[in-house]
């Protein structure tokens, strides 16, 4: 059975940072890309970052570029998500997600994170 893992998620000030952790289980022997969404109340879900099973990363999301950094270890089957310069609007629900990850896209598969809760305050 797969289960994706979120942990990291919190309250945190704007300008201040969180790392979000996204573990994996179950996948057996299949290589598999991942990525981030986020989805606040009343908005569409959001791209954020997506990364292959080699590292190769898609392009960030607009609103996020240059502020966050999207990395594995795929010894530990775990993907991260480090948000620097955080603002209020970046207030949201994070989900990790497999799928399949281009040089210039992601498309996510079935199975989702339970999502984690990042609030910035003013």
């Known amino acids: 059975q797969v289960q994706l893992v979120e942990s990291g998620g919190g309250l945190v000030q704007a300008g201040g940072s969180l790392r979000l952790s996204c573990a994996a289980s179950?996948?057996?022997?299949?290589?598999?890309?991942m990525g981030w969404f986020r989805q606040a109340p009343g908005k569409e879900r959001e791209f954020v970052a997506a990364?292959?099973?080699?590292?190769?990363?898609?392009p960030y999301g607009d609103s996020v570029k240059g502020r966050f950094t999207m990395s594995r270890d795929n010894a530990k089957n775990t993907v991260y998500l480090q948000m620097n310069s955080l603002k209020p609007e970046d207030t949201a629900v994070y989900y990790c997600?497999?799928?399949?990850?281009?040089?210039?896209?992601?498309?996510?598969?079935?199975?989702w994170g339970q999502g984690t809760q990042v609030t910035v305050s003013s």
């Open positions: 990364i292959s099973w080699g590292g190769g990363l898609v």
């Open positions: 179950g996948l057996g022997s299949s290589r598999y890309d």
């Open positions: 997600a497999t799928g399949i990850a281009t040089w210039s896209t992601f498309r996510p598969g079935d199975y």
